[in-house]
Every structure is written in structure tokens, then in C-alpha cells.
Nanobody, 122 residues
């Protein structure tokens, strides 16, 4: 079973920055689309940022210009650099990946991480 292990969550003040990392248990080069989703209690999970195996990226309109998603084959990690954080970014962030190419930039969810909490508050 493929595992995705997230790290880097925490608490930060509005305007601050955090970097999330996701380490898969297999070579990242063997995965197709990868990305980050988030969920706030009582709300539907939403796609935050995604990146295809060829490097094409896709962002939620609410994070464009503030978040950057990258995949590093050498480090074997998927990273999410978050800047200018807002209270509404508070959520549990999940790493997701697909083993196969379904034709989308954002992953359909073959594999999911356990989630990491991000809290933005004064």
C-alpha cells in the first residue's frame, strides 16, 4: 500500500508563511498527478493546488498568487509553499496522488495522506 506522509503544518499569524511537504513511499516519478486538498469542519474538501507529472500546475482561485506547488524528483517530495496566509486558509491539508494518468492535472485520489493541520489566527 502506498503511503503519503505530510509534514510542515502548524499555527501562524495572518500574513505569515508555512511550507508543507508530502513524502510518498514510492518514487515520485512513478506517480501521475499530485496535489493538495483541504477540508474545514462541516465543509466539503476542496482542491488547493495540483501538479501533473509534466509540471503543469492548477490552483484554487482563492490561493493563486499566494501558494506555490512543486514536485521534486531528487528529494522525492511534493511541497506546498504558502505565503500571505489568511484565517480562511485554516483547515486540515491533505496530500493526494494518482498512480495512473486520468487526464486531469489535479489528482483523483488513488492515494491520500493522513492530513496536517494548518491554523492561521492572530
Amino acid at each position: 500500500q502506498v503511503q503519503l506522509v505530510e509534514s510542515g503544518g502548524g499555527s501562524v499569524q495572518p500574513g505569515g508563511s508555512l511550507r508543507l511537504s508530502c513524502a510518498p513511499s514510492l518514487r515520485i516519478s512513478s506517480l501521475s498527478a499530485m496535489g493538495w486538498y483541504r477540508r474545514v469542519d462541516g465543509k466539503q474538501r476542496e482542491m488547493v493546488a495540483a501538479i501533473s507529472s509534466s509540471g503543469t500546475t492548477e490552483y484554487n482561485d482563492n490561493v493563486k498568487g499566494r501558494f506555490t506547488v512543486t514536485r521534486d524528483n531528487a528529494k522525492n517530495t511534493l511541497d506546498l509553499q504558502m505565503t500571505h496566509l489568511k484565517p480562511e486558509d485554516t483547515a486540515v491539508y491533505y496530500c493526494a496522488a494518482d498512480r495512473f494518468d486520468y487526464g486531469f492535472t489535479h489528482p483523483q485520489g488513488d492515494y491520500w495522506g493522513q492530513g496536517t493541520q494548518v491554523t492561521v489566527s492572530p
